[in-house]
T-cell receptor
Framework: SQTIHQWPATLVQPVGSPLSLECTVE??????LYWYRQAAGRGLQLLFY??????ISSEVPQNLSASRPQDRQFILSSKKLLLSDSGFYLC??????????FGPGTRLTVT | GNSVTQMEGPVTLSEEAFLTINCTYT??????LFWYVQYPGEGLQLLLK?????DKGSNKGFEATYRKETTSFHLEKGSVQVSDSAVYFC???????????FGAGTRLFVKA
């Protein structure tokens, strides 16, 4: 069966510090991968998606970036965090046109 | 472009009440439709899905029917429980597409 992992589960970082969130998927090959952000009490905002190694599409231009160094690994990064980067970050995978499967999320607080 | 509109919350019900959360969509093709549920502090989980017109998705007492003529996919449950308190998201995905379009989410509170 397929599983998806995210870490860390929670993170408190000062403004201006770097960020690296990691997501890995097990039990499937060549999945589509996604990063979403959810502000408190709000809906989902798609940040990035990837259909293959090294292929990244950005939905929202901002100080975040994503990379896919391996087939089942997806990394979200920032060089300098802003207060507005606080939120709940969700990674997901899918096969095109079908349902998405979400990880447990990372709660990021920028202070 | 494709879009999903669902009723604003929060919805507050007493235990054993009937639940309806409305969802309508706009799509150029023949999308698959989904309901996801998010419990506090967790990621989203697929609740049910329907892949073509007149299909009924069901799971854990929840049901939704893909109505192409009204472009709707309303979520229903006959008798809610306190444990159903969560945020519910309606969503669509085009066949072969890369992205899923999510509604804004509807928060449900169920009181004992």
């Amino acid at each position: 069966s397929q599983t998806i992992h995210q870490w860390p589960a929670t993170l408190v970082q000062p403004v201006g510090s770097p960020l690296s969130l990691e997501c890995t998927v097990e039990g499937t090959s060549n999945p589509n991968l996604y990063w979403y952000r959810q502000a408190a009490g709000r809906g989902l905002q798609l940040l990035f998606y990837s259909v293959g190694i090294g292929q990244i599409s950005s939905e929202v231009p901002q100080n975040l970036s994503a990379s896919r160094p391996q087939d089942r690994q997806f990394i979200l990064s920032s060089k300098k965090l802003l207060l507005s980067d606080s939120g709940f970050y969700l990674c997901a995978w899918s096969v095109s046109g079908y349902e998405q499967y979400f990880g447990p999320g990372t709660r990021l607080t920028v202070t | 472009g494709n879009s999903v509109t669902q009723m604003e919350g929060p919805v507050t019900l007493s235990e054993e009440a009937f639940l309806t959360i409305n969802c309508t969509y706009t799509a150029t093709g023949y999308p698959s439709l989904f309901w996801y549920v998010q419990y506090p502090g967790e990621g989203l989980q697929l609740l049910l899905k329907a892949t073509k017109a007149d299909d009924k998705g069901s799971n854990k007492g929840f049901e939704a029917t893909y109505r192409k003529e009204t472009t709707s996919f309303h979520l229903e449950k006959g008798s809610v429980q306190v444990s159903d308190s969560a945020v519910y998201f309606c969503a669509l995905s085009e066949a072969g597409g890369f992205k899923t379009i999510f509604g804004a989410g509807t928060r449900l509170f169920v009181k004992a």
